[in-house]
Structure formats: structure tokens, C-alpha cells
Nanobody, 115 residues
Framework: VQLVESGGGLVQPGGSLKLSCVASGFTFSRFAMSWYRQAPGKERELVALITSGGDSTNYIDSTKGRFFISRDNAKNTVYLQMNSLKPEDTAVYFC?????????WGQGTQVTVSS
């Protein structure tokens, strides 16, 4: 099983990034997918979630209207479009897959928002 994130980097405040997470080794379409983040010295927090079929999404309040989660089950990929980025969005972003029986984590990708 693998979850491989990409797309992180350094961006100025107000900028955008799009994260990708490619899954392998399990039936992607049967798992709800989430993005979490962890800033230095803070606990890991859920950022956004999308159901297995992609019909429903949910976001934490601080990212509503700025971040958008989507998935392509044909490509075994989940995305996180991040707009209007703020310095407080700086964190390692992790991809997370879960169903009733199993859960899997990616290794994370660093997002730094700074001028």
C-alpha cells in the first residue's frame, strides 16, 4: 500500500498550490479520502474530507471557501486545491485513506507560505 503526495512547496501569501496524492495497493474507490496537516509544535488536524464516490466533501472552518478537495477514481488520485494561502496554512500536509476496516497514511508534503 502506498499514498504518495506531491505538489507542496514555497508560496507567497495569497498564492495557490495544488496537492496530489496517488494511491496504490488497495481499492481506492472504496475509501474515503482526507487531507490532514501538521504545523510545527501542533497536533495533526483534519483539513478536508471526500467520500468514496466523491459526492460529499467537508472542510474545517479555516479553509472553507479557499481549499477544495476532489478525487479521480480512475486515476486513484485525490487532490487539494489551495487558494488564498495564508502563513498559518504552513504545515506538512498528509493524505489519509480510510474505510471501515483499514486506514493508510502518506508520508506528507511540506507547504510553506511566506513572503
Amino acid at each position: 500500500v502506498q499514498l504518495v503526495e506531491s505538489g507542496g512547496g514555497l508560496v507567497q501569501p495569497g498564492g495557490s498550490l495544488k496537492l496530489s496524492c496517488v494511491a496504490s495497493g488497495f481499492t481506492f474507490s472504496r475509501f474515503a479520502m482526507s487531507w490532514y496537516r501538521q504545523a510545527p509544535g501542533k497536533e495533526r488536524e483534519l483539513v478536508a474530507l471526500i467520500t468514496s464516490g466523491g459526492d460529499s466533501t467537508n472542510y474545517i472552518d479555516s479553509t472553507k471557501g479557499r481549499f477544495f478537495i476532489s478525487r479521480d477514481n480512475a486515476k486513484n488520485t485525490v487532490y487539494l486545491q489551495m487558494n488564498s494561502l495564508k502563513p498559518e496554512d504552513t504545515a506538512v500536509y498528509f493524505c489519509y485513506a480510510r474505510n471501515v476496516w483499514y486506514y493508510y497514511w502518506g508520508q506528507g508534503t511540506q507547504v510553506t507560505v511566506s513572503s
